[in-house]
Nanobody, 121 residues
Framework: QVQLVESGGGSVQPGGSLRLSCAAS????????MGWYRQAPGKQRDLVAH???????NYVDSVKGRFTISRDNAKNTIDLQMDSLKPEDTAVYYC???????????????WGQGTQVTVSS
């Protein structure tokens, strides 16, 4: 099984910064895409950013230039540095990872439990 555990959420004023971390553990052969989704109250869960095993990144337009995703393959962790936060960034942020349990197996998506980010004055 694969477990993903997030940390680092909290409350901050507009313009402030937060750093989210996600640690993957368990028994798996490979984990390629890892990233973050977010879900605001009453809205669907949307992709924020992802990073591949090789370090290629992608961001939703609304966070480009403000958020930075990074990855440490040796520690099986990813981070999301969030700067210049806006009230519209308020949401529950979910870490995910696409993992292959065996070299011949299918890829499955695993999710963390979510961490709340609140941006308010």
């Amino acid at each position: 099984q694969v477990q993903l555990v997030e940390s680092g959420g909290g409350s901050v004023q507009p313009g402030g910064s937060l750093r989210l971390s996600c640690a993957a553990s368990g028994s798996y052969f490979s984990m390629n895409f890892m990233g973050w989704y977010r879900q605001a109250p009453g809205k669907q869960r949307d992709l924020v950013a992802h990073i591949t095993l090789n370090g290629a990144t992608n961001y939703v337009d609304s966070v480009k230039g403000r958020f930075t995703i990074s990855r440490d393959n040796a520690k099986n962790t990813i981070d999301l540095q969030m700067d210049s936060l806006k009230p519209e960034d308020t949401a529950v942020y979910y870490c995910y990872g696409d993992a292959q349990l065996r070299s011949w197996g299918a890829w499955n998506r695993y999710w963390g439990q979510g961490t709340q980010v609140t941006v308010s004055s």
